[in-house]
Nanobody, 115 residues
Framework: QVQLVESGGGLVQPGGSLSLSCAVSGSIFSIYAMGWYRRAPGKQRELVSF???????NYADSVKGRFTISRDNAKNAVYLQMNSLKPEDTAVYYC?????????WGQGTQVTVSS
């Protein structure tokens, strides 16, 4: 059974940075595209970014130029570096495959951007 565990969230002031990590177990990680998603209060979950098995990346317009996704296949991990954070980035952040698998949603990690 595949398990994905997110970490690294927290409270940060506007303009600050956070780095999220996602550890993936129980899967041949390197062959799959992985994504970061988020759900803001009162909104639907949305795709933030994804990275293919070959390292090609894609970003939502709202985070382009501020967020960077990366992966380490040796560690079965995917990361999201978030810079220049804005209050509208406040959300629970999840990692999952891309496209996402229903059974692979984890608990997520809370990111709160506030002064």
């Amino acid at each position: 059974q595949v398990q994905l565990v997110e970490s690294g969230g927290g409270l940060v002031q506007p303009g600050g940075s956070l780095s999220l990590s996602c550890a993936v177990s129980g899967s041949i990680f390197s062959i799959y595209a992985m994504g970061w998603y988020r759900r803001a209060p009162g909104k639907q979950r949305e795709l933030v970014s994804f990275i293919t098995s070959g390292g090609t990346t894609n970003y939502a317009d709202s985070v382009k130029g501020r967020f960077t996704i990366s992966r380490d296949n040796a560690k079965n991990a995917v990361y999201l570096q978030m810079n220049s954070l804005k209050p509208e980035d406040t959300a629970v952040y999840y990692c999952n495959f891309y496209p996402p698998r229903f059974e692979s949603w984890g608990q997520g990690t809370q990111v709160t951007v506030s002064s």
